[in-house]
């Protein structure tokens, strides 16, 4: 079964300190997409950052980037220089094929962001 | 563009009864999908359409049903609504299935 695992239900980070947050997944297919995305107390999910296992290059955006490393099925979220407005619910993402040859997503369980002043 | 709009933002609904959850968007997206959002949990695919006319079922389909009769708009129905229905329900929308997701801003549900 495809399978993406958060095991840090919850973190603190100091502001302007750097914290990573942690994901794997399980999976048999060698092409496939990773997505990490943030859940602010508005509830809004919004997308952060995405990673495509052929590139060996790890995704940045701006202060966030992913440590990628295929062959452990590791996908963790660094973010640099934490901002208060960076408290949210994380959550991990694993984009898989359907039988009827689309696409879905199956997300981790989520770990919250707390930042401190 | 208002992007991915869900309506009602909150409901509270009796054991029982029926009702639909509006999902439109304008970004002219084939691909669209309702998932649903348990308290503590991750999200969890309840339906999917990749194109008018197209639906599929996610993981947890029972108790629901959509239609996709335009490419804009993607509603979830209850029909016999149950407590074990008390969710945030959260609509999305793609280009196609290899970019993420945009999503909306989420319907309350609550069953009494």
């Known amino acids: 079964a495809q399978t993406v695992t958060q095991s840090q239900p919850e973190m603190s980070v100091q502001e302007a300190e750097t914290v990573t947050l942690s994901c794997t997944y399980d999976t048999s297919e060698s092409d496939y997409y990773l997505f990490w995305y943030k859940q602010p107390p508005s509830r809004q999910m919004i997308l952060v950052i995405r990673?495509?296992?052929?590139?060996?290059q790890n995704a940045t955006e701006n202060r966030f980037s992913v440590n990628f490393q295929k062959a452990a099925k590791s996908f963790s979220l660094k973010i640099s220089d934490s901002q208060l407005g960076d408290a949210a619910m994380y959550f991990c993402a694993y984009r898989i094929a359907t039988t009827s040859g689309t696409y879905k997503y199956i997300f981790g369980t989520g770990t919250r962001l707390k930042v401190l002043a | 563009n208002a992007g991915v709009t869900q309506t009602p933002k909150f409901r509270i609904l009796k054991i029982g009864q029926s009702m639909t959850l509006q999902c439109a968007q304008d970004m002219n997206h084939n691909y669209m999908y309702w998932y649903r959002q348990d308290p503590g949990m991750g999200l969890k695919l309840i339906y999917y359409?990749?194109?008018?006319?197209?639906?599929d079922k996610g993981e947890v389909p029972n108790g629901y049903n959509v239609s996709r009769s335009t490419t804009e708009d993607f509603p979830l129905r209850l029909e016999l609504a149950a407590p074990s229905q008390t969710s945030v329900y959260f609509c999305?929308?793609?280009?196609?299935?290899?970019?993420?997701?945009?999503f909306g801003s989420g319907t309350r549900l609550t069953v009494v």
């Open positions: 990673q495509e296992a052929y590139k060996q």
């Open positions: 359409s990749v194109g008018a006319g197209i639906t």
């Open positions: 999305a929308s793609s280009p196609t299935g290899k970019r993420g997701y945009t």
